[in-house]
């Protein structure tokens, strides 16, 4: 039952978010006339929000109880979404936007420290990884396609019910999660547990960032989250779109069918790939990720020499990134938690986050930069290069643990080595 209001938690959030995504750019810039600068610098400030939030979040998990911690963050997701409805001016809405931020992301590694602790087994806690994955996928399809009736961007206040909608979906989020947590057991092992607090509480951030870089897997694991961040989520908003429309010149509506059929294959197959991948090593898994990101990059560097088949090829390569992302969401957390050191599981995954959060903000810059230089096709190289490192650095993650031995768990937090055997 806990691990089910956790998925539906997650499901709620993102539909909120569904609600704004896709036209808070547009609101800040032509609605209130603030312009593209104004537009874009919110979406930075949501993304440095993101990047500062994600280790006190993790690392607030290891020291007190997770669910307090994802509450109160989802909590402060509600009043910066609430906030950007009296935002009457620039400053405003850029601080609602950081706000909101910092409440989304530092959730998410105590989410993740919650699902460790409430699910036993490794392939038991893919299937709920998976399924909160599809959640979201099925929460911002969602909440975009809803808000498509409610927002009326020739108003001011057009936007006021998707920002209401947002701000209620993670009130409910944080009720639903602290329903969750009523009655949980405590952690099994009080002696570990007792080990874990007292780490975390003396073990300094920079200190914290000597264990994990001190770890070979570790940091291959990183190498691994930041290229298959660059790789396609740092793109999927921005890039992408820019991408079909300065290059392959398909319509704006081929985007948008482009994302629903992102999340139809997500809610499609999930499940099923789940079940065929259950007893694959995650490394393994991540280097069918990276391969399947890379032939998607190679197919829209097809697209571009076939014009008439353009806005199909377009289309196809978000369904085959789907494909990776059904691997993807279900393995990447639960082995970066396995590798932790000892007490600091939470801390781990919010500096992973972190990192993936950082470098996904890098990438509607280069995007801008090169496709605006009118270099479409060095924006496909390096794509496949990154995807390429992708590869390689899942190859070596996956030597490197089988050249040591299992990790021993770090805390009833942690994953079975079989996740990763």
Known sequence: MRARLLILASAVAML???????????????TRGWGSLAAAAAASLFSVGALLAAPVGGRLADRVSPVAVAVGAKLVAAVGAASLVVAGS????????????????????????????????????????????????????????????????????????????????FVVSALLILAAGRGAPAPAHADIAADAAHASGKVATRDALRLIWASPALR?????????????????????????????????????????VNCVVIIALQMVVVRLTAKRSAPALLMVVASIWTFSWVLLALASQAPGLAAALFVTTFGVFAVGETMYAPVLNPLTASLAPQ??????LGI?????????????????????????????????????????????????????????????TSVDAALVA
């Open 90 to 169: 620039p400053g405003a809405f850029l601080l609602g936007m950081f706000v909101f931020g910092v409440g989304i992301t530092a959730a998410n590694p105590a989410q993740t420290v919650l699902v460790l602790r409430w699910v036993g087994g490794g392939e038991d806690r893919r299937r709920v990884f998976a399924w909160q994955f599809t959640g979201q996928a099925l929460g911002m399809a969602v909440g975009a396609f809803v808000a498509g009736y409610m927002v009326d961007l020739d108003r001011p206040t057009g936007m006021w019910p998707a920002f209401t909608t947002a701000a209620a979906g």
């Open 220 to 260: 291959w694991t990183a190498l691994v989250t930041v290229t298959l961040a660059l790789g396609f989520y740092a793109q999927f908003e921005s890039g992408l779109p820019a991408y079909a429309l300065t290059v392959l010149s398909v319509q704006e509506t081929t985007i948008g069918l482009a994302a629903a």
């Open 343 to 348: 007490g600091m599981v939470g801390t781990t």
């Open 16 to 30: 909120g978010w569904g609600t704004v995504l896709p036209y808070q750019y547009a609101y800040a810039a032509n």
């Open 352 to 412: 992973f986050t972190a990192l993936q959060t950082g470098f996904s903000a890098v990438g509607p810059l280069v995007a801008g930069v090169v496709l605006g230089a009118g270099l479409g096709s060095v924006f496909v190289g390096l794509h496949v290069v990154i995807s390429g490192l992708a590869l390689f650095a899942a190859w070596r993650l996956r030597r490197t643990l089988g050249a040591q031995p299992a990790p021993a768990p770090a805390v009833t």
